[in-house]
């Protein structure tokens, strides 16, 4: 069965601090696909990043930056220099590449000015 | 462009109606998922159509809950029968890509269904 984990529920933080958010998943499949996704309170989840099972790079994109570690079974999620616009829900997701899109239960982030 | 749009916003039923949510995809757009987003949760599969061919419905709760997409384009779920454990944000999402989740989806704002 696949899972995805996001322990953190809520986080706080203070504008210009980095922010970590943690993401565990199980699955069984050698092919599989990972996703990072922002829910704002306007409510569409917006996408962040994709990245397949045979890529473990890690990614950076501006302030946004992503840690694949297959060994164990970890995709974390740091912002850097957080800012009052990265408030938010944000969602890890697991897919096998057929139908479905396993999500976590998500991790809210405040961040303070 | 426009995005993924969904109406009602905000609906409203008391337990036993019948409730009606649409989603309009980005034009174009092949794949269209439903989801169902409990308080405090992440998004959860309800069921997928490629065209008008619903491919997959495993995640549909129950036989109250139905869905079509008669054109390949707009998307209806209906909830017959509403209950309390209905109450939840209905999510439509689409993608350019067929069959497959390898891709982003694009989501809508959701429908916020209250059962009184």
């Known amino acids: 069965a696949q899972k995805v984990t996001q322990a953190q529920t809520e986080i706080s933080v203070v504008e210009k601090e980095d922010v970590t958010l943690d993401c565990v998943y199980e699955t069984r499949d050698t092919t599989y696909y990972l996703f990072w996704y922002k829910q704002p309170p306007s409510g569409e989840l917006v996408f962040l990043i994709r990245?397949?099972?045979?890529?473990?790079q890690n990614e950076i994109s501006g302030r946004y930056s992503w840690n694949f570690q297959k060994s164990t079974s970890s995709f974390n999620f740091t912002i850097t220099a957080s800012q009052v616009v990265d408030s938010a829900v944000y969602f890890c997701a697991l897919s096998k590449g057929g139908f479905k899109t396993i999500f976590g239960a998500g991790t809210r982030l405040f961040v303070k000015a | 462009g426009a995005g993924v749009s969904q109406s009602p916003r905000y609906k409203v039923a008391k337990r036993g109606q019948d409730v009606a949510l649409r989603c309009d995809p980005i034009s174009g757009h092949v794949s269209l998922f439903w989801y169902q987003q409990a308080l405090g949760q992440g998004p959860e599969f309800l069921t997928y159509f490629q065209n008008e061919a619903q491919l997959d419905k495993s995640g549909l709760p129950s036989d109250r809950f139905f869905a079509e997409r008669p054109e390949g384009s707009v998307s209806t779920l209906k909830i017959q029968r509403t209950q309390q454990e209905d109450s939840a944000v209905y999510l439509c999402a689409s993608s350019d890509q067929p069959y497959r989740t390898t891709y982003e989806q694009y989501f809508g704002p959701g429908t916020r269904l209250t059962v009184t």
């Open positions: 990245r397949n099972s045979f890529d473990e």
